[in-house]
């Protein structure tokens, strides 16, 4: 099958926005376009937010658009405001008629995954999304990646990632994706630390046997 539809997805607060808006900026990529012209957008207007719901929708879906597909959803998701487990076997059954189904599972340091999760929804919600992770990657081709790596290594790490997902032209400009991550989400969470082992790193370094 040359159709090929790539599921992003993790705990609330890992990265959906962010990885879609640097996968979309591709123009061989079908990935939440209205995102593109905005910071953030919610997930029901995500182009795949009524699959979701109901994936026998799927099959109204216009799949002439591209030959490369992203849907993104968080682990839970709100649906008109209730919290709402993806149904991913359902989904990526009803999908498999129509494309080539790969995930994206999508990480961020757990501490800071912990306060996000903490100031929005009140709770921690990772392990919800734990408790699905066994069926995908023993179901599905699972790519594992990082905020952090995507911050770290930027455009680099994005084409790594377009290869990984079987897009042929990856993204030459990095302009564009430089100015997605002008805004580090993790800089709020993050403030300098001391540690008693400070200086003895230091002489360590300076001098062998220190």
């Avoid at 040359?2 to 990529?29: E, M, V």
């Avoid at 207007?45 to 002439?64: G, N, S």
């Amino acid at each position: 099958m040359d159709t090929r539809l790539t599921i992003i997805t993790g705990p609330q607060g890992s990265g959906n926005h962010l990885f879609s808006k640097a996968l979309g900026q591709n123009k061989n990529i079908f990935s939440w376009p209205e995102l593109q012209k905005k910071y953030w957008q919610g997930h029901d207007l995500e182009p795949f937010a009524e699959c979701w719901k109901d994936p026998t929708k799927l099959k109204q879906f216009d799949w002439t658009l591209s030959r490369n597909y992203v849907t993104s959803i968080s682990c839970p998701y709100f649906d008109d405001g209730v919290e709402t487990v993806p149904d991913y076997k359902r989904f990526s059954q009803e999908a498999c008629r129509y494309a080539d189904v790969k995930f994206v599972v999508i990480g961020r340091d757990q501490n800071i995954l912990e306060l996000q999760q903490q100031r929005v929804r009140g709770k921690t919600t990772t392990p919800v999304f734990e408790e699905q992770l066994e069926y995908i990657v023993s179901h599905h081709d699972t790519i594992f990646a990082s905020q952090e790596l995507l911050y770290l290594y930027r455009i680099n790490y994005l084409n790594w990632l377009e290869k990984q997902i079987g897009v042929r032209e990856i993204t030459k400009d990095a302009d564009r994706l430089s100015k997605i991550l002008e805004q580090d989400a993790n800089a709020k969470y993050v403030s300098q630390a001391q540690s008693d082992l400070d200086e003895t790193i230091k002489r360590a370094s300076a001098k062998k046997g220190s």
